[in-house]
């Protein structure tokens, strides 16, 4: 039970920290009968409430006064001198319900909107999700708790309207170089359909699209913004972060991240509620398959599209699926401003092949569920509207209503001043570009912190080199990163050649990567 | 890998948390290329080093200086003034092994050390420590990993070394009321066995062993004080936290407790590891079974037996297990004050026959294994010395060697001023005494951090009641504990009195608990 511990008056500290917290003095802590780390709700005068820890320490140095952070005082509107009421919290509900879930046990609708309503109030925190997460690991859900789950995720964060029907495709991400976004936005807003899209930031991988688009224009939007945006070129590509949608997906994989997990249900949900939550009712779903992605294989992948299939038909939303050749980078570019130069020279002139077809495809998709294009053709129209120049007039427009520069060129894009550079150190076929190690060493490099930090390949799956030849660029804004990439790069095998002799004894294949590099400033 | 950082002053700051916190001003911060929540390590000029985690805040006056939380300081010995170098801490190791275990495979000595050794060194946290909770509790582990995580625990703490082979009696715990140990220790003791038990505060029951002592003498003491009072007495009941004893466990349960986790590879390696610590070589472990306890079953309480018994055969401890009844709470009286006195009266001349008849039989086996008794004659001579008031007198003797009171009465211990009354609503006989039901009650009337407070049962099972009988009373030192106990007691059934009719219709037993209660001051 919730339990009132007496008035105080507040002064803000700024602290950065996504914990909430409130300091008081050991005598005023003994006086309200509360312990350190004790979790407490504070209410302002008007009524807001928050969840916050509460630490006893020194450095208050008034009685019946508590140093709130920043982050706190601005979630209910307190500023130094205003005085709140302190109560004791009660215990989360939420708390029985994930160990029922331990436990193996399925949970209701009511159960899981009670964690999830817990995790974005701030009653329960990093702890208590690794082992929500963990228990849904293991444990799994089935389709009505996905449901709950996903309904649960979209009910507590905003939700915007528009007044036309709304558009989206999503990628489930895994596979480096990906973005396609940037192409299949101004592609289908060129042919007039809305699509709202929001983003994420990269967690684990070199570069997110948000992080690409924030290369070329802002991409952090409040609500109105947003709309107006979309409601004036038909198009957005903005971080979904500053706008609160689903915002337990946000709390949970930061917990998450810790230890690398993205269980299904939760990555489905969490999708799901996002696109919810901007109206969207058609969707379009990436799923890359292949080593290195998060799905391994085709058939796994098909799984996964299933569900949303599933989970979209329960939710109004109609969803296609895309299950897309994963097993190697898509482009040549990794890192946020490389990718922004390959997506913006793709728009204006021509790009790699494996980009237009991936992201002609998928934006033929949407044109043919907007009734754009007949089905089978949308693929077609999509080609014709990026070859005509319309999806990259479409970008500029968006990229000018995003505050950015519409004219940049793609070589005026700076990158990395520090570079090195990898040869073939044999004759050969390349048998392997390796997600994973280019992924690493792009993020090793800098990116998608250090913006201008990636790696251009020169090579893919199938090509056949000569020795000496180029095959890898590493950029990097910072000498010692650029050190920590090499490292990382000599510990990896980015790019498998099989040398071509008939016959080695013992017959095997020659596995080798690079055995030379130039290292220049 | 670890990246120093640059040298800075410190300012010490009070601030009770588990964590260890640096507060750094924004500039400092950018010019250090540090990020907020970052994992850092602090080294002192004599080369002490403590993980961290830094935070920019503005309550840093000074420019290069940094605040430090004073659990930091102490650990490595530094104060006001003090310069430190400051390090970007690496990604710890220990989280590719967590997450080899969360994936399902076994893991080998090396890593699972490694896991332990960051968890004590608090490289990783409480988010990561629940994770690696999780990952036991549903991969396991099996003997080889077992051992190796009771040797890593044992390894990295405290280990303390006696004169003469050394005794001690385990509980795995779960029944409340059972203060056996206040009987054990001193008998055998008597007997001139060395028994130097530690013992754990209550973290989710009514009292632990070293809360109900607490209320005769001192707990707390460090290594050479606790090695001294068990060279004058033979015996000694302390708080084992204090001894740094396989420090890995408190922290681990730490973060268990907040989802009420106790995986069984986890509990049987902390408990090992930490008899181990004392030099332990004969232990016999009470393993109560029944409802409410934490094995539910004889069958599962064997099992664990035998894990125990497999585990001392590898590490040298012979290891002896009593499937103990542990379906209702042993003696009369739960909570720490209302439990000193029942064990101190049965000392003293007499007490409940489940007490007195568990401490005989476990302390029994001990005299057994040390040789003072033949083999089937150990709970006799259990039961003479306890006759003869030599345990007694060797408990005044371990209570005065702890700073106590030696000659302190039963009734002299004070309980909680406030209390409630419950009567027998019809005739009948107790069917059922509730573990859950009687911790519950006694955890909301305060205990055990409110020593005085507490529960007595005047029924246990197959006691014949008639209608109006006092069945139990609940003690409270505050008044708004006493109506949270009353609280709990509505909601639950400690005791189940079933009424004798000879039939009913519809054929079913009448379960029925408590009509009326009176509350005096």
Redesign the interface.
Known sequence: MEEEKGIVKIKV??????EKIV?IRRDDAEKLDLK??DKIILQSKEGKRVYATI?????VEEKNLV?VSNNLAAEIDIKDGDKVKISLAPIPKS?QY??KK?SGQKLDANEIYQIIRDIVDGHIG???I??YT??V??VEMDMDEIEALTRAMYETGNIIEFDAPTYDKHSIGGVPGNKVSLLIVPIVAAAGLLIPKTSSKAITSPTGTADTMEVLADVEFDVDEFKEIVSKTGGAIVWGGKLELAPADDIIIR?ER????DPIPQMIASIMAKKMATGIKHLVLDIPAGVGTKMTTVEEATNIGRLFIELGDRLGVRVQCGVTYGAQPVGHAVGPALEAREALQALIKDGPASLIEKATSLAGILLEMGGKAPIGYGYALAKEILRKGDAYSKMKEIIEAQGGDPDVKPDEIPVGEYHYEVYAPVDGFVTDVSNIAVSAIARAAGAPKDRGAGIILHVKRGHKVTKGDKILDIYAERSTRLQDAVGVLHSTRPIIIEGMLLKTIPERPIYTYFSQGSSSE
Do not use: H, R
């Open positions: 500290f700024d602290l950065e920290t996504d300091l350190s780390q630490y006893i320490s020194n450095v140093l708390i994930i160990k331990i990093p702890v208590e690794m082992g963990l228990a690991n293991y917990a810790t230890l690398g997990l």
